[in-house]
């Protein structure tokens, strides 16, 4: 068994053959200029459909000890193949970083330096970004949504490339979109992140696996993120909270027509409120039940969220 590297560098890709040689030798280049000690770089292949995986396998080939190779039989999502590499991962330090050569390997000395004082995570941060407008505008709205919705300041989730303690990064399960929201999952357990400026390059090969499908996924994605980071312990109060408004206005409603009527003889017939008001009562109650069976399970199960949180210090 080959001794544990410091740092950790893991690339998720698909379709990339362009630039795989050259940011391997940039990294390498970089971690041996600034004397960083052992590193690995963990390429996983998400089910490229090019000559990527060659190129990987060459790479293997020729720097056995450094080149981890992992391999998706399909396309799998940029997220699994983070989450595939950072289990992988040995170094105490761990990078993520695109294979497309947007981001700068030269950099990593800084991240090196932010991690130093103290923070658990150090997030790029694409200040000047080289992509169209029809991205970057979405991506904008996004950062906003994600900042006002989990309180965590930072203004750029997206950027791949980041840096971790090893133990802020192996505390997260990776899927869907959730890559997106790596410091806000990070934040529920309680980890630090900081930001730093980061050069962005122009796409110079291949093409950008970006659509208005994913981002309309990772829209979803926030909600879900929302909810387990704020919620996870008790769902009761998810589903109650809305169930509890919905029932007391059907309950204010029926109650305000009951009064009509009593007082005022007025007839409840077949008014629109009184549908309205029995419509309300009903989901309310439905919306507490389905929180009662949430708060059930959970309390019976296992499940990370039952468990008593994790102890990181005794004294
Ligand atoms: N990627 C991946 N699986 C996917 C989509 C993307 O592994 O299903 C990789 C891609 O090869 C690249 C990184 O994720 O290394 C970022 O993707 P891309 O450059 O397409 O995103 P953009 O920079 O345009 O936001
Ligand atoms: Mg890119």
């Known amino acids: 068994m080959p001794t544990e590297p410091a740092l950790s560098i893991v690339i998720p890709l698909c379709n990339e053959e362009a630039t795989l040689s050259s940011l391997f030798e940039q990294i390498a280049a970089t971690v041996e200029t600034n004397a960083l000690g052992s590193f690995e770089v963990i390429f996983v292949d998400d089910g490229s459909t090019d000559g990527s995986w060659k190129k990987i396998e060459a790479l ?8 981890v190779a992992l391999r998706f039989r399909r396309n799998h999502g940029k997220a699994a193949a983070l989450s595939a590499g950072i289990e992988q991962a040995r170094g105490d330090i761990i990078f993520t970083m695109d294979a497309d050569l947007q981001d700068e390997p030269a950099e990593i000395p800084s991240f090196l330096a932010k991690l130093d004082e103290g923070y658990d995570c150090v997030s790029g941060w694409k200040q000047l970004r080289k992509d169209p407008l029809g991205k970057t505008l979405p991506s904008r709205f996004f950062n906003a949504a994600t900042r006002a919705t989990s309180g965590v300041k930072i203004h750029d989730f997206n950027c791949g490339f980041k840096a971790y303690r090893a133990e802020a990064i192996h505390s997260v399960e990776l899927y869907g ?21 980061v050069e962005h390059h122009r796409r ?10 994913r981002l309309f996924k990772g829209g979803l994605d926030l909600i879900t993120v929302v909810v387990i980071t704020r919620y996870l312990k008790r769902p009761g109060h998810f589903f109650g909270g809305f169930g509890m408004i919905s029932g007391m206005l059907g309950f204010l409603i029926l109650a305000s027509l009951t009064i009509e009527k009593l007082i005022f003889g007025h007839s409840i017939g077949q008014r629109p409120l009184l549908q309205l008001g029995i419509l309300l009562v009903i989901l309310g109650v439905q919306l507490i039940s389905t929180g009662l069976i ?5 309390f019976n199960s296992k499940s990370q969220s039952q468990k008593t949180p994790r102890i990181t210090e005794t004294l």
């Open 60 to 67: 293997k080939q020729a720097h056995p000890e450094q080149v």
């Open 177 to 197: 979109e959730l890559h997106r929201y790596i410091p806000v999952l990070l934040a529920a357990e309680g980890f630090t992140t900081a930001e730093i400026p």
């Open 204 to 213: 110079t090969h291949g093409v950008s696996k970006y659509g208005w499908k």
């Open 294 to 298: 949430g708060e059930l399970i959970n």
